[in-house]
């Protein structure tokens, strides 16, 4: 089996499978995804993060755009999972998968008809072949090919929030920011503090300086008509461990977690597919075919002939479905011969 595998990989090298498709297209989206999550999320904040001198950065207004916002949308994607978990709700039924499954397809036919006229016949009957079998490969493996769109958006997700963090922080080294906050309400500082100090239980234990203290809450209080130059500068420079604290925490945390269980359930249903299919069998049976050679006999005078080696299919000639099946045979074929054995 192994022998067979390789020469299969050795055969395939130039051969545009379309296993290497999806591998290359969901790494190349991946780091894509990094970079214009960082992109955006340190641009983000540096524009934010502007500071004239006259009107120090809006506390609450950090906290909304880059926290509160992030929060919710953690929150509604955490609702509906467990909704839908609870309801026993599969999630091929979802709006957005079926959103996301078609833009996907439209995708591929656009990609088809910009660029099927630049490349060979040869490519152009495997690139059709990879998107006519793209029905079939969705209803075989359902939500296993959603999974890689949920990682790559957590991806982004990350990136973002380490964009937002490093611009903070180079801001904050580099440059004099003042942070402070007003609010129209009769709010006092007190209760300001109090609620600083619920948002920080997660780090406040370890990092004290990550929570304002009263004095310094009290102290960054802008209020329009008495200016910012009566503020003391130790206050107003208070603020910005607990907003890294709080994108991180908030933001950033929660993406590397959902991330990690991301991975975790798309190798669990890798390892749950079942290869007692009749067609991975077939599959499995080409591979494991010896080879057989020939030899005609010589005759008098005459120079033998060199034997003729009678090789599996090459993967160029497979049809779509078998050469998908052959990408996923790879993570079972080990499984598959054990069962096989037993």
Same mark, same amino acid.
């Given at each position: ?57 809006? $506390? ?36 957005v ?25 040869? /490519? ?22 959603? #999974?890689?769109?949920? !990682? ?17 922080? !180079? /801001? ?11 609010t ?32 310094? $809450? ?33 933001g ?5 977690i ?22 991975? #069998? ?7 075919t ?9 005759e008098?005078?005459?120079k033998?002939?060199?034997?003729? /080696? ?33």
């Amino acid at each position: 089996m192994a022998s067979q595998r390789k020469k299969f990989a050795a055969s395939s090298e130039d051969v545009l499978s379309p296993g290497r498709v999806w591998q290359e297209g969901m790494t190349l989206f991946g780091w894509l995804s990094v970079f214009a999550g960082f992109v955006s999320g340190a641009g983000l904040a540096f524009s934010f993060l502007s500071y004239s001198g006259k009107n120090p950065v809006n $506390v609450s207004a950090y906290f909304a755009l880059f926290v509160l916002v992030q929060v919710a949308l953690i929150l509604a994607l955490t609702g509906i999972y467990l909704y839908r978990k609870v309801m026993g709700k599969t999630l091929a039924g979802s709006l957005v998968y079926r959103m996301l499954s078609r833009a996907f397809l439209r995708l591929t036919e656009l990609i088809e008809r910009k660029g099927i006229s630049r490349i060979s016949a040869e /490519k152009r009957r495997q690139w059709s072949a990879l998107a006519g079998g793209w029905r079939a490969l969705q209803q075989r493996y359902g939500t296993l090919l959603l #999974r890689p769109f949920f !990682l790559i958006a957590q991806l982004f997700g990350l990136s973002f929030n380490g964009g937002v963090l490093a611009a903070t922080l !180079l /801001k904050v080294v580099g440059f004099d920011i003042a942070f402070g906050w007003q609010t129209s309400l009769q709010v006092s500082g007190e209760a300001v503090h109090k609620l600083v100090a619920v948002i920080s239980l997660p780090w406040s234990w370890a990092v004290p300086a990550g929570c304002p203290t009263l004095s310094q $809450v009290q102290g960054s209080q802008m209020v329009l008509k008495n200016g910012i130059y009566h503020l003391i500068t130790s206050d107003l420079v208070s603020w910005w461990p607990f907003l890294c604290f709080a994108v991180f925490c908030y933001g950033l945390l929660p993406r590397l977690i959902f991330f990690l269980y991301g991975l975790f359930l798309q190798h669990r249903e890798l390892s749950a597919l079942d290869f007692d299919h009749g067609r991975y #069998r077939q599959l499995l049976h080409r591979m494991k075919t010896p080879l057989v050679s020939t030899r005609g006999q010589a005759e008098n005078g005459q120079k033998p002939l060199s034997p003729r /080696k009678e090789d599996s299919a090459p993967p160029s000639s497979l049809n779509i479905t078998e050469q998908i099946d052959h990408k996923v045979l790879e993570e079972g074929s080990a499984r598959i011969s054990e069962k096989i054995a037993g």
